[in-house]
């Protein structure tokens, strides 16, 4: 299957500072890329719909000015926290799915970055 | 509100015996349905998928049951196997969106 790269895997910094995501898919072309967060015990969670070329769509209650996302080019998306706390400790997982023209896909997860926020 | 649900957040299970992972919905408009494995520090693999105008999928060791008047669907593994061991979330999307819902998951541990 389609590979989808993460990095940094693991990150910690201090309160208020900023952090980037990046997310790569190595082998294929995406216009689309998925941001997730996952609190511990808790399911996946969409944050944002990353479009290649035009702004993202953020889901309900994420806040567009502190996750910032750019997805400036086919096989890259970025995520940046900004002024990070300590409540935005998560996993943060993104996906790409290989195809959009099919209507169900399955889409491609990287390994994940594990923020914490001290 | 949680239109996903795996109500077990753990399962044990004997080698070599059958592993049967639930998963319910709500919303009647999911019309596809995924089970996707999940280790530890690493990103979620895709395992299987059932359309809702199929009740049965099966891949090998791996069977996807829909029950789709109960909004209800299971994944059966055997024979289960050390390897199996994971957490194991069901998703679930709908025609002409690419997000997908996640449960919040099932951790299986298969015992030699």
């Known amino acids: 299957g389609a590979v989808v790269s993460q990095h940094p895997s693991w990150v910690i910094c201090k309160s208020g500072t900023s952090v980037k995501i990046e997310c790569r898919s190595l082998d294929f072309q995406a216009t689309t890329m998925f941001w997730y967060r996952q609190f511990p015990k808790q399911s996946l969670m969409l944050m944002a719909t990353s479009n290649e070329g035009s702004k993202a769509t953020y889901e309900q209650g994420v806040e567009k000015d502190k996750f910032l996302i750019n997805h400036a080019s086919l096989t890259l998306s970025t995520l940046t926290v900004t002024s990070a706390h300590p409540e935005d400790s998560s996993f943060y997982i993104c996906s790409a799915p290989e195809n959009l023209a099919v209507s169900y896909n399955e889409q491609f997860f990287g390994p994940g970055t594990r923020l914490t926020v001290l | 509100d949680q239109q996903v649900k795996q109500n077990s957040p753990s399962l044990s299970v004997q080698e070599g015996r059958i592993s049967i992972l639930n998963c319910d919905y709500t919303?009647?408009?999911?019309?596809?349905f995924l089970w996707y494995k999940k280790y530890p520090a690493e990103g979620p693999t895709f395992l299987i998928s059932?359309?809702?105008?199929?009740d049965k999928n099966e891949d090998g060791r791996f069977t996807v049951f829909l029950n789709k008047s109960a909004k209800h669907l299971s994944l059966h593994i055997v024979p289960s196997q050390p390897g199996d061991s994971a957490v194991y979330f069901c998703a679930a999307q709908q025609t002409g969106a690419n997000n997908l819902f996640f449960g919040t998951g099932t951790r299986l541990t298969v015992i030699p």
């Open positions: 059932i359309s809702s105008i199929k």
């Open positions: 919303n009647s408009m999911f019309d596809y």
